[in-house]
């Protein structure tokens, strides 16, 4: 169900990703990544077109965080930054991280390899039905992340449309 | 210093493991895998015959100027390879690697008639135009900077253009003058007794581009003076 990555530049990390739909206690959830007692990145399933771009947005986290170079204050919370388009730090919380009428979560936990995750205690702490994250493109909404990605139709010609957002990603300190 | 080196070494010590493909002046190029995908990787090396704060000016500057044009060719529907990551402390760009791409020189040298390039060309004189209208200078147009995806459909021509190293974003008919006179130069010197085929291309890029007529207007100037624009007077 989850999918599990290893970060190639960053050999001793891990990423899992784990998928929620029908989840009734996003609130609590909220909560609980804001208070620690859940170590992840709590995003919404609808801003995802594949679990890939989770995986650019947390590379990019890592390394910004090794060299200290990060915008925002921790390691999850620059996870959701890097996947706005734009450098505003309350505008990609609200749009990207999860809100509390979201009936669907996608979870990121970013862990040493050797660590043991609990990833049931997680599990335990969702109200909801896991499903595979690799369902999360059912999930999204891609009017709205063209719109907010502004994707010009004619970008489609030459590549998906996750082509384009995670190129943006990957590109918007510069351009 | 020391501990700002040992951060430094997540990059390296990845590429130590990458297959090396390339090494030029300017760059070396690798393949590897990255988050699961092939990618190719373009470094950016330091120079040390250059003083390191005008080499780190000049190599931050092109690794920027390469990733933006990158994007601005994508933006206008201009194929050209994803960027995955890039890593300014150690001027790495990852791209997406265009499997099973063949370069348009091999292609090209390897074509039984021209009868068979002339589709070919027209494709490359269209991009290259689009290009040119979005004020997009290449500045190192070769055909081995532009690949070939073999497609199922023989109609739909797949071009992608790759290494944007050198460059940058201009509306002069100068630039892009300059930046058609090159291809000639390149296109002419690679594939011999070909004058009538980058005729044809440069057919298709006037009838695709608006602005094209002041363009060839200034190519006919580059040919007869050179690539540098005299300075006398």
């Given at each position: 169900m989850?999918?599990?990555?290893?970060?190639?530049?960053?050999?001793?990390?891990?990423?899992t990703?784990?998928l929620?739909?029908?989840v009734?206690?996003?609130?609590e959830?909220?909560k609980?990544a804001v208070?620690?007692?859940?170590?992840?990145?709590?995003?919404n399933?609808?801003?995802?077109v594949d679990?890939?771009?989770?995986?650019?947005?947390?590379?990019?986290a890592v390394?910004l965080?090794k060299?200290?170079k990060?915008?925002?204050?921790?390691l999850?919370?620059?996870?959701?930054?890097?996947?706005?388009p734009?450098?505003?730090?309350?505008e990609?919380?609200?749009?990207?991280?999860?809100?509390?009428?979201?009936?669907?979560?996608h979870?990121?936990?970013?862990h040493?390899k050797?660590?043991?995750?609990?990833?049931?205690?997680?599990i335990?702490?969702?109200d909801?039905?896991?499903?595979p994250?690799?369902q999360?493109s059912d999930?999204?909404?891609a009017?709205?992340?063209?719109?907010l990605?502004?994707?010009?139709?004619?970008?489609?010609?030459?590549?998906?449309l996750?082509?384009a957002v995670?190129?943006?990603?990957?590109?918007?300190?510069?351009? | 210093?020391a501990?700002?080196?040992?951060?430094?070494?997540?990059v390296?010590?990845?590429?130590?493991?990458a297959?090396?493909?390339?090494?030029?002046?300017?760059?070396r190029?690798y393949r590897?895998?990255?988050l699961g995908?092939?990618?190719?990787?373009?470094?950016?090396f330091?120079?040390l015959?250059?003083h390191?704060?005008?080499?780190?000016?000049l190599?931050r500057?092109?690794?920027?100027?390469?990733?933006?044009?990158?994007?601005?060719c994508?933006?206008a529907g201009?194929?050209a390879?994803v960027?995955?990551?890039?890593?300014?402390?150690t001027?790495?760009?990852?791209l997406?690697?265009?499997?099973?791409?063949?370069?348009?020189?091999?292609?090209?040298?390897?074509a039984?008639?021209?009868q068979?390039?002339q589709?070919?060309?027209e494709k490359?004189?269209?991009v290259l135009a689009?290009?040119?209208d979005?004020?997009?200078i290449?500045?190192?147009?070769?055909t081995?900077?532009?690949?070939?995806?073999?497609?199922?459909e023989?109609?739909?021509i797949?071009?992608?253009l790759?290494?944007?190293?050198?460059?940058?974003?201009?509306?002069?008919?100068?630039?892009?003058g300059?930046?058609l006179?090159?291809?000639e130069k390149?296109?002419?010197?690679t594939?011999?007794k070909t004058?009538?085929?980058?005729?044809?291309?440069?057919?298709s890029?006037s009838a695709s581009s608006k602005?094209s007529?002041?363009?060839?207007?200034?190519?006919?100037e580059?040919r007869?003076r050179?690539?540098?624009r005299?300075m006398?007077g």
């Amino acid at each position: 169900m989850q999918l599990t990555q290893d970060l190639e530049l960053f050999p001793e990390y891990t990423v899992t990703q784990l998928l929620f739909k029908d989840v009734k206690n996003a609130t609590e959830l909220r909560k609980m990544a804001v208070n620690g007692e859940i170590k992840g990145a709590l995003i919404n399933p609808s801003m995802v077109v594949d679990a890939f771009q989770i995986l650019v947005a947390t590379n990019k986290a890592v390394h910004l965080h090794k060299i200290g170079k990060m915008k925002t204050r921790s390691l999850y919370s620059e996870i959701i930054f890097n996947l706005s388009p734009t450098n505003n730090i309350s505008e990609a919380f609200k749009r990207f991280g999860v809100s509390d009428s979201d009936c669907a979560v996608h979870i990121v936990l970013v862990h040493n390899k050797e660590e043991n995750l609990n990833v049931d205690d997680i599990i335990s702490k969702v109200d909801g039905q896991q499903i595979p994250v690799d369902q999360v493109s059912d999930l999204m909404d891609a009017a709205k992340i063209k719109k907010l990605y502004k994707v010009a139709p004619q970008e489609e010609k030459c590549g998906s449309l996750l082509d384009a957002v995670v190129c943006r990603m990957a590109t918007k300190d510069v351009a | 210093m020391a501990q700002s080196n040992s951060l430094k070494a997540c990059v390296p010590a990845y590429l130590k493991e990458a297959q090396l493909i390339k090494q030029g002046a300017e760059a070396r190029v690798y393949r590897a895998t990255f988050l699961g995908r092939p990618v190719v990787i373009k470094e950016r090396f330091t120079k040390l015959y250059r003083h390191p704060e005008v080499d780190e000016k000049l190599t931050r500057r092109r690794t920027t100027q390469e990733v933006r044009s990158i994007l601005r060719c994508r933006r206008a529907g201009i194929n050209a390879p994803v960027v995955y990551f890039v890593d300014y402390t150690t001027h790495c760009i990852f791209l997406e690697d265009i499997v099973h791409s063949v370069s348009v020189r091999d292609h090209i040298a390897s074509a039984q008639t021209p009868q068979h390039l002339q589709a070919l060309v027209e494709k490359i004189g269209e991009v290259l135009a689009q290009m040119h209208d979005e004020d997009v200078i290449h500045g190192d147009l070769t055909t081995s900077n532009m690949l070939l995806v073999p497609g199922a459909e023989h109609q739909h021509i797949h071009l992608v253009l790759i290494d944007f190293g050198l460059s940058y974003i201009s509306a002069l008919p100068e630039d892009k003058g300059v930046d058609l006179y090159v291809l000639e130069k390149a296109f002419l010197s690679t594939h011999p007794k070909t004058e009538t085929l980058f005729e044809r291309l440069l057919k298709s890029y006037s009838a695709s581009s608006k602005k094209s007529s002041a363009v060839i207007k200034k190519l006919d100037e580059v040919r007869l003076r050179g690539r540098k624009r005299s300075m006398v007077g």
